[in-house]
């Protein structure tokens, strides 16, 4: 089994569980369709932190894509064997398996067809290591987060322009809490609602993952404590908390090396930003409703 999602009239919601989602009708395309394909792809989307996900698929459907989404127990690899699709959009990091080992076991499939399928890494990892062996591995394109819906038009074309594309402008290191720049731009392209319901994601998992980080630095799971740290950059980048997305991505890089006492004060650091870029966003988000 696994999950499709289009724009079809008659299809339900598909995140109807995400707080102010209901059934809103799709917003008219604010951006200009230029670069979208002609024609609608089935695209296989695997990507594990659910706010990128759900945005990769918003953005997806409103462009007149099938989207496939693998169960959580459900093998990628198993879909693009059974399925017929057109593009693959994956992440580097995945609960159950390295994304540079998915792109290099698809490639291999027997069937040609299957194993040539287009694939792009979309990831908020920024080392210059693991990009390129996704490159190396067979990846068409890699596209860092936060990604802009242009950009995933552009990789989605036959022949994309550019075959690596970094972070969008967003810098390194940032003192900037909260981009509302990024977030107004995000409702002019989805829809004031649907974004709004996309930011209430964020404020869901808030707890949560901090709550994660803490216990990954008491038990001393660096691996832990590194993935929990880089779906939350990604997370943060898409909704311009660019402070958060940056102290993330230090802690995605530092993880391994550090003293439990470093670890402590980096993860108790990472959680004030997070509760600043939280609040921060609950107060913009009220301004918009």
């Known amino acids: ?13 598909p995140f109807p569980s995400h707080p102010l989602a209901g059934d809103v009708p799709a917003p008219r395309r604010q951006e200009p369709p230029a670069e979208t394909p002609a024609s609608p792809l089935r695209i296989l989307v695997i990507e594990d932190d659910r706010l990128s ?29 059974s399925q017929e699709v057109d593009r693959i959009l994956t992440d580097l990091h995945l609960p159950d398996r390295d994304g540079v080992e ?11 067809r299957k194993a040539g399928v287009p694939i792009l890494v979309v990831t908020a990892e920024t080392r210059p290591e693991p990009l390129r062996a996704a490159r190396s591995a067979g990846a068409d394109v890699v596209l860092c987060k936060p990604v802009e819906r242009s950009m995933l038009r552009q990789a989605l074309t036959p022949h994309p322009p550019l075959p690596v594309r970094h972070l969008r402008s967003e810098p390194q290191t940032s003192d900037t809490i909260l981009n509302t720049g990024i977030l ?3 409702c002019r392209s989805l829809g004031t609602e649907r974004f709004l319901s996309i930011c209430q994601i964020f404020c869901a998992l808030e707890h949560e993952t901090v709550q994660a980080m803490e216990q990954a630095c008491q038990r001393s799971e660096a691996q832990t404590l590194a993935e929990i740290a880089h779906r939350l950059s990604g997370r943060a980048g ?24 470093e670890c402590a004060e980096r993860v108790r650091t990472l959680a004030a930003a997070s509760q600043a870029a939280g609040q921060a966003l609950k107060q913009w988000m009220r301004q918009r409703v």
């Not at 759900?54 to 693009?80: A, F, N, S, Y």
């Open 238 to 261: 898409h909704l311009g908390m660019e402070s958060l997305a940056a102290q993330a991505r230090t802690l995605v890089n530092e993880a391994r090396q550090m003293l439990p006492s």
């Open 184 to 186: 107004e731009q995000g």
């Open 102 to 112: 998915l792109i290099r076991t698809i490639r291999a499939l027997p069937d040609p």
């Open 53 to 81: 996900r759900v945005l990769l698929t918003e953005w997806l459907i409103q462009d007149g894509h099938r989207v496939l989404l693998p169960e959580p127990d459900q093998d990628p690899v198993t879909l693009v064997r």
């Open 1 to 13: 089994m696994h999950r499709q999602h289009g724009k079809k009239k008659d299809d339900p919601d």
